[in-house]
């Protein structure tokens, strides 16, 4: 299937827009405020050792500016929304326990965004630490068409 330049300039139009609402919309962190089954590691928070995206936030800006594909089904029918997840960093910078915490009013938004979540390279902590605690994250994703 062939792809015509008015494709690849609204495909490029879609990841600039996408950059655009990532920059504007700061994440926050937390330390996680309930412990997981099996955790046995003592509870120490140091707000200044947090994990980050490899890169800081721009890089992820970046990384979901490239990575967040708007689902073919959602544009066809004109859907919008804002999806926020929530996830856990852990010692290792892996991400787990990935959460729809507000759908972006459609399904098709929603696993798009865990998905991107899910493919995201380990996250690096801004210092080594002497003692990890998993740090929940709060991520919006926002799928807007114009």
């Not at 990384?63 to 960093?89: K, M, T, W």
């Amino acid at each position: 299937m062939a792809t015509n330049i008015n494709d690849i300039n609204i495909i490029d139009f879609m990841k600039r827009l996408i950059y655009i609402l990532f920059a504007a919309i700061p994440f926050m962190a937390q330390a996680q405020d309930t412990i997981p089954a099996g955790f046995d590691q003592e509870i120490f928070i140091d707000i200044y050792n947090v994990p980050e995206f490899p890169g800081g936030q721009k890089a992820l800006f970046e990384y979901l500016s490239n990575n967040v594909h708007y689902p073919e089904q959602a544009v066809r029918d004109s859907i919008e929304g804002r999806v926020i997840c929530q996830f856990l960093v852990h010692a290792d910078g892996s991400i787990t326990d990935i959460e729809v915490v507000r759908s972006g009013g459609h399904p098709l938004l929603d696993e798009e965004a865990v998905r991107v979540i899910r493919s995201m390279p380990k996250w690096e902590w801004t210092r080594t630490p002497g003692k990890f605690v998993p740090v929940r994250y709060t991520l919006p994703i926002s799928f807007k068409l114009h």
